[in-house]
């Protein structure tokens, strides 16, 4: 006898999953359709004092399949998490996780320093740290009476 896990809200979670899937896909400019992500990583976004932060899961995805570009002030996040051998032959009876390529891309606004950007991976974790430029501080002029 098998048990099945009942959910009652399956359906309505798929469909929410493939729309949101269908509105969040960027596609890459110049590059053919077919670039379009199998997964969309989900990210946070902190903006501090002197920087702005962003924070991707990017789970089982090894550092070096990760791509992180600056152009023309976009930030864009890209790369690859395999997932190799997970059929009913290896044992797998439920496959839930995504795996494919991944693709993010965000712009940045214009007090941002492009030249500073760094990025960090540490436990499943992508950490891009963008700092602000400084700002020029406005200053009072004496008007002279002649």
Same mark, same amino acid.
Do not use: C
């Given at each position: 006898?098998? /048990?099945?896990?009942?959910?009652?809200?399956?359906?309505?979670?798929? /469909?929410?999953?493939? /729309?949101?899937?269908?509105?969040?896909?960027?596609?890459?400019?110049d590059e053919p359709?077919?670039?379009?992500?199998?997964?969309?990583?989900?990210?946070?976004?902190?903006?501090?004092?002197?920087?702005?932060?962003?924070?991707?899961?990017?789970?089982?995805?090894?550092?070096?399949?990760?791509?992180? @570009?600056?152009?023309?002030?976009?930030? @864009?996040?890209?790369?690859?998490?395999?997932?190799?051998?997970?059929?009913?032959?290896?044992?797998?009876?439920?496959?839930?996780? @995504?795996?494919?390529?991944?693709?993010?891309?965000?712009?940045?606004?214009?007090?941002?320093?492009?030249?500073?950007?760094?990025?960090?991976?540490?436990?499943?974790?992508?950490?891009?740290?963008?700092?602000?430029?400084?700002?020029?501080?406005?200053?009072?002029?004496?008007?002279?009476?002649?």
């Amino acid at each position: 006898m098998s /048990l099945t896990r009942y959910e009652p809200w399956f359906l309505v979670n798929r /469909l929410q999953r493939d /729309l949101d899937r269908l509105f969040t896909h960027p596609t890459l400019g110049d590059e053919p359709q077919q670039s379009v992500a199998d997964w969309v990583p989900p990210v946070d976004i902190r903006e501090e004092d002197k920087q702005f932060v962003i924070f991707a899961d990017l789970p089982g995805v090894d550092a070096k399949n990760i791509d992180v @570009t600056l152009e023309k002030g976009e930030l @864009t996040i890209r790369g690859r998490r395999d997932l190799e051998g997970r059929d009913e032959q290896h044992g797998f009876r439920r496959v839930e996780r @995504t795996s494919g390529q991944f693709y993010r891309r965000f712009s940045l606004p214009d007090t941002a320093d492009s030249q500073a950007v760094k990025a960090r991976f540490t436990n499943g974790v992508l950490e891009v740290a963008i700092p602000k430029q400084a700002q020029v501080l406005p200053r009072r002029i004496n008007v002279e009476a002649a």
